[in-house]
């Protein structure tokens, strides 16, 4: 006989075994060759081998359930139970095409072929690329393809990375110790995790260092093993910070690096790392690039408009061979404070 204790993570016991344990007494109805313990968080199984994996895979579709509709009873064990010998739970989560189960029965996809193309080739691939205007979902897809391989245990952890880089406003400008000072730079993976995480499991999370989002200059010196690395706004990576993160690659590790090359908010003297990426790296097996486009966007429909507007004068500027004559974000915060 074996025994497994299975974490309850942040539920409260009495959501998922129900009050007076009714869901309890359904699964020991359901699952007779095993015996229940609950000890408050701890909830231990002891059986034998198979049939701990199978009530494992059981559990874990029942967290689901519970994530999606905030409620689970008797009737939904035994429906779930009935489904046991179909794709729902024989096949692994990471071939579903439901990414996440998020927040208020919100189920999060890729919604364009391109997304689709980036799951694909995370799936299939260690190190993707995923290169695209503002507002085509790299970011929120390739940070709920790190939430979906930690929930079906193909990661231990979630590293969220970004290049503080000043975009027009000054760090010294800002208010507050160093987090508070980069806390908004990373404002955008916060609010793709709380779409898809409950708040309470995210906040845990995040304190013991499950998910883990950071500067990329904390990523110096690290290997990170076991891990669902992403790489966001990388057109702000130099060539040496972006060559010094994807070094960081650990065993069973996934990496996505994310970013608009239209973007960059580096001085001229740099050069971003994101774009000689493909010129550098293209051939390697086990990397592979995902080109996002105006397509993509799923934004308010007036963004791909206005992209394709600003597109138009950069190529104006550039055949001309003059400088863009807008004044950057950086020259106006210094006539306003002048």
Same mark, same amino acid.
């Given at each position: 006989?074996?025994? +497994?204790?299975?974490?309850?993570? &942040? ?13 309890? /007494? ?9 015996? %229940? ?6 909830? !231990? ?10 009530? *494992?895979? %059981? %559990? ?22 009935? $489904?046991?010998?179909?794709? @729902?739970? +024989? ?19 890729? /919604?364009?072929?391109?997304?689709? +193309?980036?799951? *694909? ?17 790299? &970011? ?40 508070? !000072? ?7 993976? @916060? ?7 409950? =708040?309470? !499991?995210? *906040?845990? @999370? ?11 200059? @904390? ?8 891990? %669902? ?5 990388? /057109? ?6 972006? #060559? ?13 690096? $994310? ?9 001229? #003297? ?11 790296? =293209? ?24 992209? *394709? ?18 004044? =950057?974000?950086? /020259?106006? $915060? ?5």
């Amino acid at each position: 006989m074996a025994e +497994k204790i299975l974490s309850l993570e &942040t539920y409260h016991p009495i959501d998922i075994f129900g009050v007076n344990e009714i869901n309890l /007494q359904t699964m020991k109805e359901l699952f007779p060759g095993i015996r %229940f313990l609950v000890r408050g968080e701890i909830f !231990k199984i002891v059986g034998d081998d198979r049939n701990i994996v199978i009530f *494992e895979n %059981f %559990f874990d579709v029942c967290l689901m359930h519970f994530e999606k509709f905030g409620k689970i009873t008797p009737a939904d064990l035994r429906n779930l139970m009935d $489904t046991a010998s179909s794709d @729902y739970l +024989k096949d692994s989560p990471m071939a579903d095409d439901v990414l996440v189960h998020g927040l208020n029965g919100r189920l999060i996809k890729a /919604q364009t072929p391109n997304q689709r +193309k980036l799951v *694909e080739a995370s799936i299939k691939n260690d190190l993707v690329f995923a290169i695209g205007p503002a507002g085509s979902g790299k &970011t929120y897809t390739a940070v709920a393809l790190a939430v979906r391989a930690l929930k079906a245990k193909v990661v231990k952890r979630i590293i969220l990375a970004r290049p503080a880089v000043e975009a027009g406003e000054s760090l010294g400008f800002l208010p507050g110790d160093m987090k508070e !000072k980069l806390d908004p730079y990373m404002m955008p993976l @916060y609010d793709a995790l709380r779409d898809m995480l409950p =708040s309470i !499991k995210l *906040e845990k @999370y995040l304190e013991d260092g499950t998910i883990e989002i950071a500067p990329l200059a @904390y990523m110096r010196g690290r290997t990170l093993n076991n891990a %669902f690395a992403i790489l966001d706004e990388a /057109q702000n990576a130099t060539s040496s910070q972006l #060559k010094m993160f994807l070094t960081r690659m650990g065993i069973s590790s996934k990496f996505i690096v $994310t970013g608009d090359i239209t973007q960059i908010d580096l001085p001229k #003297k740099y050069t971003s790392g994101l774009k000689q990426a493909p010129r550098l790296l =293209s051939d390697i097996a086990g990397i592979d690039f995902i080109f996002l486009n105006d397509k993509d966007i799923l934004r308010h429909n007036l963004v791909g408009k206005i992209l *394709e507007a600003y597109g138009k004068m950069d190529e104006k500027d550039e055949s001309a061979g003059t400088s863009n004559h807008i004044k =950057s974000d950086s /020259q106006l $915060t210094q006539l306003n404070h002048e």
